[in-house]
């Protein structure tokens, strides 16, 4: 079985650029999950998907970050404009359900560096 | 709000010994522990999954215990060996998970 894809691996941006990051799940995995995991510490949910309607984006900064999953498979993660606290490693994660039992798969992340 | 703590302190074991970890959750009771690994580069890795009512939960080398007294959960790998070598991660929630910082795990031939 193929495992959650991402692309790129790594990415350099200046400050105040966009950036885009895009997740595969695993095929026939209704949730998906966007992470952010700064250097040493824990990932944190940014933004969860159900199918293609949004369950938890709470701590998503809206002003300059938006995420999509269109016909509930692919996502794409967009930061605009970046500054440099969005330096991080950006996961994608992905699961059959989405319950508290389930297990979450991940990628094996996006490290992003921003100037 | 809910906080998952782990010590960032890293663990250094020779091996052969049983390395312990330790997962501390304040201002919530979750129904569920979940414990990750994560090697350098990559996403964190399944491992295994506690429900309050297990107090004890085993797989092969690894044991977790549940402490809903002390809000605690212990991660144990017994028989230890470099290739245990990795950052563990405890994590807990109702739909999306808190993760704690996780503790690097070094283990010394």
């Known amino acids: 079985e193929a495992g959650v894809a991402q692309s790129p691996r790594y990415k350099i941006i200046e400050k105040r650029q966009s950036v885009a990051f895009w997740c595969n799940p695993i095929?026939?995995?209704?949730?998906l999950y966007w992470y952010q995991q700064i250097l040493g510490q824990g990932p944190k949910l940014l933004i969860q998907?159900?199918?293609?309607?949004?369950?938890?984006d709470s701590q998503l900064p809206k002003d300059r970050f938006s995420a999509e999953r269109l016909k509930g498979v692919d996502s794409t993660l967009k930061i605009q404009p970046a500054k440099l606290e969005d330096s991080a490693v950006y996961l994608c994660?992905?699961?059959?359900?989405?319950?508290?039992?389930?297990?979450?798969?991940f990628g094996p992340g996006t490290r992003l560096t921003v100037l | 709000s809910q906080k998952i703590e782990q010590n960032s302190e890293a663990l250094n074991i020779q091996e052969g010994k049983t390395a312990t970890l330790t997962c501390n959750y304040t201002?919530?009771?979750?129904?569920?522990l979940q414990w990750y690994r994560q090697d350098p580069g990559r996403g964190p890795v399944f491992l295994l999954l506690?429900?309050?009512?297990?107090k004890e939960k085993r797989k092969e080398r690894l044991k977790v215990t549940f402490d809903t007294t002390l809000k605690q959960s212990l991660f144990h790998i017994t028989a230890s060996q470099p290739a245990d070598s990795a950052t563990y991660l405890c994590?807990?929630?109702?739909?999306?998970?808190?993760f704690g910082s996780g503790t690097r795990l070094q283990v010394q031939p």
């Open positions: 994590a807990a929630g109702r739909r999306a998970l808190t």
């Open positions: 095929s026939g995995h209704a949730t």
């Open positions: 998907f159900q199918n293609n309607g949004v369950v938890d």
């Open positions: 506690i429900r309050e009512n297990e």
């Open positions: 994660a992905s699961s059959v359900r989405g319950g508290e039992t389930d297990t979450q798969y």
């Open positions: 201002n919530y009771s979750p129904a569920y």
